[in-house]
């Protein structure tokens, strides 16, 4: 079992700048994908951006160029910086982790929003 605790949304201009954390509650080394989804009202949850446990990135192509996800062992903690932020990045961003067996877990969530 791996608990996901996400933090850091909250109201921004457009234009701004928010970072998401999400602690998990086991170390990173037991896990094989992490990644951040979204899900905006009356819309699919959608990949942003995922890391492999090699630190390979892979983001949605609305996010390439604007948000950087990362990871620190130490902390086992996840990271989503949301830069040049427009109103269509509102919506709910949720962590996802992935261990061996393909066992996925998620986050309870936090919500963005981007004023116009």
């Known amino acids: 079992q791996v608990q996901l605790v996400e933090s850091g949304g909250g109201l921004v201009q457009a234009g701004g700048s928010l970072r998401l954390s999400c602690a998990a509650s086991?170390?990173?080394?037991?896990?094989?994908?992490l990644g951040w989804y979204r899900q905006a009202p009356g819309k699919q949850r959608e990949l942003v951006a995922a890391i492999a446990s090699g630190g390979s990135t892979n983001y949605a192509d609305s996010a390439k160029g604007r948000f950087t996800i990362s990871k620190d062992y130490a902390r086992n903690t996840l990271y989503l910086q949301m830069n040049s932020l427009k109103p269509e990045d509102t919506a709910v961003y949720y962590c996802n982790a992935e261990i061996p067996g393909n066992y996925r877990f998620w986050g309870q969530g936090t919500q963005v929003t981007v004023s116009s």
């Open positions: 086991v170390s990173f080394f037991s896990i094989r994908a």
